[in-house]
């Protein structure tokens, strides 16, 4: 993919801000997730949690659902939730192996056991899930990606385009993709470790190869590991809205050298600012090119919607707090 600059810019604006430093809103953990439902509500949840919040699209609380346990309504370990039919919400808790079902009043309906270890990074099309994963069975091993029924149950595994015996040292560089639903029966995969965006179906046939290649961006097989190396770059989500592709990229800050010191063996980095960047870049997908590109900063972790995506800060006295940004592709004129 070649970089081929529209008359337009990628508009950046505040959407809403979510948390508070004291009562229910607040939020407990530095990283959380956020998934947007088709009423603009905010499902936020930090992982590993026994319970998530529920804000309106204006960021008032509207409930905290769930609580410890191993009951109906109750989780241990909250990883991942996704919203389904109707804005049904599904909540994999990793603590007990098992997916149990909000329905759209935020009310328990029904859990399902999972036969596989499943953190639900991925999306809902067509009345089953498609998710990237890491099933170590004979029938899913090295494939990153999988179909689920809504039960939770893998139906079929697909998405491996390395050759070779499966590599758990090199996992994070060869089964993590960053998912998006395309048209439907047909979904995008960006691969973590290189610029690289695979376009199939869901029955699981490769379609095309979209590949840009920056010097800022090689191809990697393992994080670095010294203060001497500067951060890799990585595809940390991936949106497909209409005929555009939306790909968020962290790479090294220019001053990337300044932000990071020598720790024993290891290194640390002093200033997480000026070490790595975020950047969103737009894909015409009919044309095949890079139409826009803007650098957001740092720590912007994913896309919560159509348009949105969010970081977490730190407030006063270290509470954190979830700050959603719109973006848009805005033609000059």
């Known amino acids: 993919m070649a970089l081929d600059l529209c008359d337009c810019e990628i508009s950046?604006?505040?959407?809403?801000?979510?948390?508070?430093?004291d009562g229910p809103a607040g939020l407990e953990a530095e990283d959380h997730g956020v998934k947007v439902d088709s009423r603009g509500r905010l499902i936020v949840w930090a992982p590993l949690a026994d319970h998530f919040r529920v804000f309106g699209p204006s960021g008032a609380l509207e409930g905290v659902v769930g609580r410890g346990g191993q009951g109906p309504g109750e989780y241990v370990n909250i990883m991942g939730i996704l919203v389904g039919p109707a804005d049904s919400l599904y909540v994999f808790d990793i603590g007990q192996s098992?997916?149990?079902?909000?329905d759209p009043g935020l009310e328990f309906a029904r859990s399902a056991s999972l036969s596989q270890l499943t953190v639900g990074a991925g999306f809902y099309a067509d009345?089953?899930?498609v998710v990237n994963e890491r099933y170590l069975t004979?029938?899913?091993?090295?494939?990153?990606?999988?179909?689920?029924?809504?039960?939770?149950?893998?139906?079929?595994?697909?998405?491996?385009?390395i050759s070779g015996a499966y590599r758990p040292d090199l996992r994070e560089a060869l089964s993590n993709?960053?998912?998006s639903a395309g048209n439907p029966g047909r979904l995008w995969a960006a691969r973590q470790n290189s610029y690289t965006i695979e376009h199939w179906t869901h029955?699981?046939?490769?379609?095309?190869?979209?590949?840009?290649?920056?010097?800022?961006?090689?191809?990697?097989?393992?994080?670095q590991s010294s203060a001497d190396a500067p951060p890799v770059s990585a595809v940390q989500a991936l949106q497909v809205r209409g005929d555009t592709a939306w790909v968020l990229l962290k790479r090294a800050g220019p001053n990337w050298r300044k932000a990071v010191e020598a720790s024993g063996r290891l290194y640390r980095v002093?200033?997480?600012?000026?070490?790595?960047?975020?950047?969103?870049?737009?894909?015409?997908?009919?044309?095949?090119?890079?139409?826009?590109?803007?650098?957001?900063?740092m720590n912007v972790i994913s896309f919560a919607g159509p348009g949105l995506v969010y970081r977490t800060m730190l407030g006063r006295g270290g509470v954190p707090y979830v700050v959603l940004e719109h973006l848009e592709l805005v033609v000059n004129h």
Do not use: C
């Open 138 to 161: 004979p029938e899913s091993v090295g494939m990153p990606l999988h179909v689920l029924d809504l039960e939770g149950n893998v139906l079929w595994s697909f998405g491996s385009t």
């Open 203 to 223: 029955s699981g046939e490769l379609l095309s190869i979209l590949k840009r290649d920056v010097e800022w961006f090689p191809e990697w097989m393992k994080a």
């Open 98 to 102: 098992r997916l149990s079902v909000i």
């Open 127 to 129: 009345d089953h899930f």
């Open 270 to 297: 002093t200033d997480p600012e000026e070490y790595r960047k975020s950047v969103v870049e737009v894909i015409d997908l009919n044309s095949r090119r890079v139409i826009a590109s803007a650098e957001l900063g």
């Open 12 to 21: 950046v604006q505040p959407f809403v801000t979510l948390g508070e430093v």
């Open 177 to 179: 993709r960053r998912i």
